[in-house]
């Protein structure tokens, strides 16, 4: 019996050990290669620093202890932090090319993986070959109206808190702006979230962005058993929400011949209807994917073979478009009001150039 005992005690320890190596092997990687950074704990790297700081204060800190360039661990994942702006700019830009695949949040479900966000390689390329030409200027021109309208009725909720002499909520106020500038935009789907808060479609889409910190702390160490057990990141009750919202308008779309429409689902489903006629391919849009080193996509834009659309890419994007532009451009808007806010000089400034640039016709 003491035997057994025994063994089973050295096989738990050994276990452990085990899973100890294997769980902290990646922690020497940048201390091997000279590069300052804070020191990980197992299962969560870095990451824990943010259960009790802001994200701002976490990097504020970090960068005035180990510099513009450091290298920190999501879970057991080596990262590079650059925070040098002339490096940050060739990244974005000059050298955009050479860093194509992002930190994969897909390979659990099947939209995701056909997203830009998820898509590496090849794929990546592909897709972004796909989608590159929906955002030509003349394109994006023609979403004017839609913008527009959406902008009076942030116009409407400021002349009425100013006629009553209220506060305002600005990162409020620019977050429904940004959610009715996205829906008419990406899904030509008219909101009012300004005074119809409980449209599903708001209801949902504020859904995407309350992360179950579970889900969230799951995804950062233990995404081998959320693919295993295909445990989404993201509500699976919105997801199908947008899923079905989507499909059902892009069904519609493809049975209506006219194709008025001139939002980004709408350019998808051009696209895919339009594998074999490229004439209306930006050649500014060819010329600037081969400036900016995507020589390979520049031709991808002519290769009829490669630019091939399926529903899958359409659902997938359409969905991204809202995910990645929503709470960022939103956060913009609501810095770039306070900003304005305390620098009048600016705001005169910037009021100026508006009015200099916009024609008889409010254009």
Same mark, same amino acid.
């Given at each position: 019996?003491?035997?057994?005992?025994?063994?089973?005690?050295?096989?738990?320890?050994?276990?452990?050990?085990?899973?100890?190596?294997?769980?902290?092997?990646?922690?020497?990687?940048?201390?091997?290669?000279?590069?300052?950074?804070?020191?990980?704990?197992?299962?969560?790297?870095?990451?824990?620093?943010?259960?009790?700081?802001?994200?701002?204060?976490?990097?504020?800190?970090?960068?005035?202890?180990?510099?513009?360039?450091?290298?920190?661990?999501?879970?057991?994942?080596?990262?590079?932090?650059?925070?040098?702006?002339?490096?940050?700019?060739?990244?974005?830009?000059?050298?955009?090319?050479?860093?194509?695949?992002?930190?994969?949040?897909?390979?659990?479900?099947e939209i995701?993986?056909?997203?830009?966000?998820?898509?590496?390689?090849?794929?990546?390329?592909?897709?972004?070959?796909?989608?590159?030409?929906?955002?030509?200027?003349?394109?994006?021109?023609?979403?004017?109206?839609?913008?527009?309208?959406?902008?009076?009725?942030? $116009?409407?909720? =400021?002349?009425? /808190?100013?006629?009553?002499?209220?506060?305002? +909520?600005?990162?409020? &106020?620019?977050? #429904?702006?940004?959610?009715?500038?996205?829906?008419?935009?990406?899904?030509?789907?008219?909101?009012?979230?300004?005074?119809?808060?409980?449209?599903?479609?708001?209801?949902?889409?504020?859904?995407?962005?309350?992360?179950?910190?579970?889900?969230?702390?799951?995804?950062?160490?233990?995404?081998?058993?959320?693919?295993?057990?295909?445990?989404?990141?993201?509500?699976?009750?919105?997801?199908?929400?947008?899923?079905?919202?989507?499909?059902?308008?892009?069904?519609?779309?493809?049975?209506?011949?006219?194709?008025?429409?001139?939002?980004?689902l709408q350019?998808?489903?051009?696209?895919?209807?339009?594998?074999?006629?490229?004439?209306d391919i $930006?050649?500014? =849009?060819?010329? /600037?994917?081969?400036?900016?080193?995507?020589? +390979?996509?520049?031709? &991808?834009?002519? #290769?009829?073979?490669?630019?091939?659309?399926?529903?899958?890419?359409?659902?997938?994007?359409?969905?991204?478009?809202?995910?990645?532009?929503?709470?960022?451009?939103?956060?913009?808007?609501?810095?770039?009001?306070?900003?304005?806010?305390?620098?009048?000089?600016?705001?005169?400034?910037?009021?100026?150039?508006?009015?200099?640039?916009?024609?008889?016709?409010?254009?």
């Amino acid at each position: 019996m003491f035997s057994l005992s025994f063994t089973s005690f050295g096989v738990i320890i050994s276990a452990l050990i085990g899973l100890y190596l294997y769980l902290s092997r990646n922690f020497n990687y940048w201390s091997s290669r000279g590069i300052k950074g804070p020191k990980p704990i197992i299962l969560l790297g870095n990451v824990w620093e943010l259960f009790f700081r802001t994200f701002q204060e976490v990097e504020d800190n970090r960068l005035e202890k180990y510099g513009k360039i450091y290298g920190a661990y999501m879970g057991s994942k080596p990262q590079l932090v650059v925070a040098e702006p002339e490096l940050v700019k060739n990244i974005m830009i000059k050298d955009f090319h050479l860093f194509v695949n992002h930190n994969n949040l897909g390979s659990i479900d099947e939209i995701a993986d056909h997203s830009l966000l998820s898509a590496e390689d090849e794929e990546w390329k592909r897709l972004r070959s796909i989608v590159s030409p929906t955002f030509s200027t003349g394109k994006i021109r023609k979403m004017h109206a839609m913008v527009e309208h959406c902008v009076k009725g942030v $116009d409407k909720m =400021l002349e009425k /808190a100013a006629n009553g002499e209220q506060e305002v +909520d600005v990162r409020s &106020l620019m977050g #429904n702006y940004t959610m009715d500038g996205i829906a008419s935009c990406a899904f030509a789907t008219k909101t009012d979230t300004h005074n119809d808060p409980n449209n599903p479609f708001i209801i949902n889409a504020r859904k995407l962005f309350s992360q179950n910190m579970w889900r969230s702390f799951g995804y950062l160490t233990m995404k081998p058993v959320m693919k295993f057990f295909n445990i989404s990141i993201l509500e699976p009750t919105t997801t199908d929400f947008f899923k079905k919202a989507i499909t059902e308008i892009v069904s519609q779309r493809k049975k209506d011949k006219s194709g008025g429409h001139h939002d980004f689902l709408q350019l998808m489903i051009n696209a895919q209807k339009n594998v074999d006629n490229l004439d209306d391919i $930006d050649d500014k =849009l060819m010329a /600037a994917e081969a400036h900016h080193g995507m020589d +390979d996509n520049s031709k &991808l834009l002519t #290769n009829k073979s490669k630019l091939e659309v399926s529903d899958l890419d359409i659902l997938a994007n359409s969905l991204l478009f809202f995910l990645a532009g929503f709470e960022t451009t939103g956060h913009l808007l609501s810095h770039m009001s306070y900003l304005l806010a305390i620098n009048p000089e600016c705001q005169k400034k910037l009021m100026e150039e508006v009015v200099a640039n916009t024609d008889a016709n409010g254009n």
